[in-house]
């Protein structure tokens, strides 16, 4: 039983390795809508928005999911939802991706 449960746990770390496989370099090509907000680099613009910069993908992808899909609501979900509605899983795996790779203290 202890080997079922490491090994289902093995599969489990490899599939979201696997979605957090965005490509950054793409990423830059896809945050216009977000830099209104989030900034180019993901310094948030006003202190009500959240820095995106250096936080984890595949919490940015989860994020974004939800927000696309409906299973995110209040706070910032009236903003979001709309914004994220037509993005692809490839879409969001790269903007997570960009955004991940940027470094806060660094952004302008």
Do not use: W
């Not at 250096?54 to 409906?70: C, I, K, M, S, V």
């Amino acid at each position: 039983m202890k080997r079922l449960v490491t090994i289902a746990a093995l599969f489990l770390a490899a599939s979201c390795i696997a979605n957090a496989a965005g490509n950054a370099d793409a990423g830059a090509t896809k945050i216009e809508a977000c830099m209104a907000c989030h900034g180019a680099h993901g310094k948030a613009v006003a202190p009500m928005y959240p820095n995106l910069a250096g936080q984890n993908a595949l919490y940015l992808e989860h994020a974004l999911e939800a927000y696309r899909d409906g299973r995110r609501r209040g706070g910032t979900a009236d903003i979001m939802a709309p914004q994220a509605a037509n993005l692809s899983d490839e879409d969001i795996a790269d903007i997570a991706a960009y955004y991940s790779e940027q470094c806060i203290a660094c952004s302008q």
